[in-house]
């Protein structure tokens, strides 16, 4: 009985674990979408918002930091477990740096929002929304167990990319036609490299889950 009960606060513990992740990865998320938002509405506020949740996301990735140190101390878990709560740590560690992205991108919006817009905002916000889901499906994949989602997180990724080399291309050319244009420009290339490092953080989720399921480093070999 003694040992049931172990084994049942156990895997309360690895939920609770599971769940902080998501909750944290649903702030990042938000973050992701607001900073856009207050781009497109130039809602400074808004931006402003965005960079004061930086700190939450610290706050989040120290408390879980400290609950995988405290499983793998008390519980001395092996095999799958072990895997599970030594990735969460790297994971953490993602998504806290996806926060600083999104507090960068927001400190850039709130300087674009004092300047007239320099183009209607499209593509960046098309870039935003594939960066967005794909972490959240590289935290579903990783809560699920999910190899399958996880490869498509890491394919996905080409697509932020291309859509990043062609912003970056359109605003190299309104620098050059523009003199007047390129402190603007030059930030919004800023919020396009931003979300392109969002993505990848993403990928990095993601083949840690392709590890955990499987047991294989696929780094760097995924086309």
Known sequence: MEREHISAAYDAELSD???RLLTMGGLVEVMIADAIRALVDRDTPLAEQVIAQDH????????IDEKCLELLALRQPAARDLRFIT?????VTDLERIGDQCANLAK??????????????IDIPRMAQRASMMVKESLDAFVRGDDQLAVKVC?????VDDLNE????????????EPAAISRAVKLT????????IADHATNIAEMVIFMVKGKDIRHTIA
Request: overall charge positive; charged content about 25%.
């Open 17 to 19: 674990l599971r769940q």
């Open 56 to 63: 939450q996301v610290n706050g989040q990735e120290v408390a």
């Open 87 to 91: 990735l969460a740590l790297k994971i």
């Open 108 to 121: 850039r919006v709130r300087e674009l929002n004092t300047e007239p817009p320099l183009k209607p905002y």
């Open 155 to 159: 394919q996905d990724d080409q697509l």
């Open 166 to 177: 062609q912003i970056q291309r359109e605003l190299y050319t309104y620098m050059l036609g």
């Open 190 to 197: 800023y919020i396009s490299k931003s979300l392109e490092r």
